[in-house]
């Protein structure tokens, strides 16, 4: 059993930075795929980034087209957290975003929430324009 719990998000205004955080418990952190999605009202959540494990202290990441460039995640194994730095933040990255993970191996990053057993609560992010 994984247990997520994003922080990080704001009300910030546009051009700015915010890093989210999700820290890990239970499973294996290290091999987990992981992913963030973002959820704006009155729309279908939708995948941010994601990472899976390929072996040893390798990993692979993939982005949606519209973060590609501004947000970037890590893996920090030493806290068990995965961050998603996100830059030049625009008023359309307004949303709620979560922190999904998944215990199965995969042989590509999975943009689908489907793919993800593990929730986080979410955390608000807005951007003012």
């Known amino acids: 059993q994984v247990q997520l719990v994003e922080s990080g998000g704001g009300l910030v205004q546009a051009g700015s930075s915010l890093r989210l955080s999700c820290v890990s418990s239970?499973?294996?952190?290290?091999?987990?795929?992981m992913g963030w999605f973002r959820q704006a009202p009155g729309k279908e959540r939708e995948f941010v980034a994601g990472?899976?494990?390929?072996?040893?202290?390798?990993?692979?990441?993939d982005y949606a087209d519209s973060v590609k460039g501004r947000f970037t995640v890590s893996r920090s194994i030493a806290d068990s957290t995965l961050y998603l730095e996100m830059n030049s933040l625009k008023p359309e990255d307004t949303a709620i975003y979560y922190c999904?993970?998944?215990?199965?191996?995969?042989?590509?990053?999975?943009?689908?929430?489907?793919?993800?057993?593990?929730w986080g609560q979410g955390t608000q992010v807005t951007v003012s324009a």
């Open positions: 999904a993970a998944d215990e199965r191996r995969r042989p590509q990053v999975s943009t689908l929430s489907s793919d993800y057993t593990y």
């Open positions: 239970g499973g294996t952190f290290s091999k987990l795929s």
């Open positions: 990472q899976r494990w390929i072996g040893s202290n390798v990993y692979s990441t």
